[in-house]
């Protein structure tokens, strides 16, 4: 169902924001956000995408400040490498690198003279596409001084965070925007139309070109004649003294993220189990999250990974995978954030999916509760949040009011709002009600620091459907469907249990 909210409507997207006291930040270079799957005209690639869409495929990594900096790194001259590494165990590539970019050297201590990029003030560094003209392409979209990056509605500059692009060294190349040294071959013909971020199970790696474990190996699709083997299973062709940071995405149906690593081999040709298996070197630094959104974001960059703590033998990729990555979706409410990573001390803040996500079913004769999708998206601090619905086009229809608040402990995290919705016996199945909904959001504790966005409106989609059949496609009587609800252990007060009441109540 497609909705078209008449009243205003807000959707606050994220936004850097300083933080009130230091927080400890890694010190190394960190992976903050892989966004994919893109929506698009053309795809999620940069060949016939709308330019003014905010969700195009992007890499976000977080640099430290130079005093976090490990002194191993080298400040004057910080060369990066990003590997995506196939892992998808029915693909006659598993174990080849699906790309590698080589990021711009960076220089973390402009006082002796920049012998690189500097770092950008919030620190963060995107890489992505600007835009192709022509399909298939045949040159970057624009002059070469204003070409448009791909994220964020489309830009031709970055302020507080630098974006790098990928694809920026083809046809007459790119000059408002940095360039990669060296890309791993991306095939014109292709990768404009299927994205970057490639779908499907596979390992992404940050690492350190400079260690003396670092191989460079190019991707599947290379011309150049060099290996596409890592070999992460014995690591003596990408070693691990070169990672900095990593994570995989699976999306086989046995993955369990409980079970990682895998050992010994399960023989079920689980996604990812060959490249990262029991034993194998990148195995308990690289936890494995499930594919499930449209991206992947670190929860908090100052939240340290079991592999980052500095234990021996304290890696914990299951329990990294449970609480270090959260995932996205272009419907929200945690949107793609280019520029943009919390910490535990970011203050608190209000987010809402967009409509299409707030659309409700309802039965006659009832008195539901359907809940907003809403998040906070800003740091450790928790927030209390109310729904207040406008009224709707026929109220003997259909009443509608506020109910209780939803809280949320911490930052990263879903909330669920909800409104009461009456219906009565009157009521006419089909009966359909788009209603404004106000979002009012508070801090939890008055020591919090302010919270930001505390006020949003959303729209929301409220059908009455019947209880009792379903409908094929000509609109006859198809199926019966029997909907029941269990009271809990502990009911609200004054609210009836409705279930005991029923035949079915009375057989259970």
Known sequence: MKVTCIKAMCIALAIAWPCAAKAAIPDHPVITEIYQDAPGAGGAGPVGSDPDD????????????????SPALNKDALNLTFYSIEGDASSPEVSLVNYRIDLPTFDLDPSNGLTGLPRPPSGIVVLGWVAYFGNPPKTLLGDPTNRVALINGGITSATDFTFIAINGNHFNGTLNFPVPDAVSYLDTHTA??????????????????????YAEICGITDPNICSSFPNLVAGNRLGVSSLLDG?????????????????????????????LPQGGAFTPFIPQVPEEGSGYQRRFIDSTKTSEDGIFGNENPALDAA??????????????????????????QLSIAIPSMQTFQILK?????????????GGNFGME???IPSGTRLPTEMNLSPAESAFSGQGMAQLAPYIEAETFSSTQLGHSELVSIEVEASSAA?????????TASSCAAIVTIDPTTGKNAAGGVYQATAFFAVQGVSPDP???????????????
């Open 54 to 69: 905010p969700h195009q495929e992007f890499i976000e990594i977080y640099l430290p400040p130079l005093a976090d900096l």
């Open 192 to 213: 404009p139309f299927t994205g970057i971020i490639e779908q499907g199970s596979g390992a992404f790696l940050l690492v350190n070109r400079d260690d003396p474990g």
């Open 247 to 275: 994570f995989a995405a699976n999306d086989d149906n046995n993955f369990e993220i409980d079970q990682q690593p895998y050992s010994p081999p399960t023989g079920d040709n689980i996604d990812l189990e060959f490249v």
């Open 323 to 348: 609480n270090t990555y959260i995932s996205l979706s272009n419907l929200g409410p945690f949107f793609p954030t280019p520029g943009y990573s919390a910490l535990t001390t970011s203050p608190a």
């Open 365 to 377: 004769n009832t008195l539901a509760r359907p809940a907003l999708v809403s998040a906070n998206i």
């Open 385 to 387: 949040i109310v729904a």
């Open 446 to 454: 008055i020591s919090d620091p302010v919270l930001l966005d505390p």
């Open 494 to 508: 004054g609210i009836a249990n409705e279930f005991i009441l029923t035949s079915l109540g009375s057989a259970i």
